[in-house]
């Protein structure tokens, strides 16, 4: 059974930086299209960035496009998402996800494994 697992969340100032992990006990992370979504109280999941299968494009959510970074390292089986300049409106809790798409993709819909997601906090 297919688990993805995020790690690296807390708590951090306005302007600080986090570094998010998602990796699982196979090869899903190294194989798929993978994308961070976030889901903040009291609104829907929303996309946050993804990259394709083959790692040559990635996608941003035009809110943290030039602050988050997406990346993938292939021999450790582990995605990330560098998150710098954090403001008080990327509090959430951030889900990492895996799907069989070509391409990276925005939608919900295109992923089929979701991890359980991590807490991220900033502070003003």
């Known amino acids: 059974q297919v688990q993805l697992v995020e790690s690296g969340g807390g708590l951090v100032q306005a302007g600080g930086s986090l570094r998010l992990s998602c990796t699982d006990s196979?090869?899903?992370?190294?194989?798929?299209?993978m994308g961070w979504f976030r889901q903040a109280p009291g609104k829907e999941r929303e996309f946050v960035a993804a990259?394709?299968?083959?790692?040559?494009?990635?996608l941003y959510a035009d809110s943290v496009k030039g602050r988050f970074t997406i990346s993938r390292d292939i021999p450790k089986n582990t995605m990330y998402l560098q998150m710098n300049n954090l403001k008080p409106e990327d509090t959430a809790v951030y889900y990492c996800?895996?799907?069989?798409?070509?391409?990276?993709?925005?939608?919900?819909?295109?992923?089929?494994?979701w991890g359980q997601g991590t807490q991220v906090t900033v502070s003003s």
């Open positions: 996800a895996a799907g069989l798409v070509s391409l990276s993709s925005r939608r919900t819909s295109d992923y089929d494994y």
């Open positions: 196979g090869r899903i992370v190294s194989l798929y299209a």
């Open positions: 990259i394709s299968r083959s790692g040559g494009s990635t």
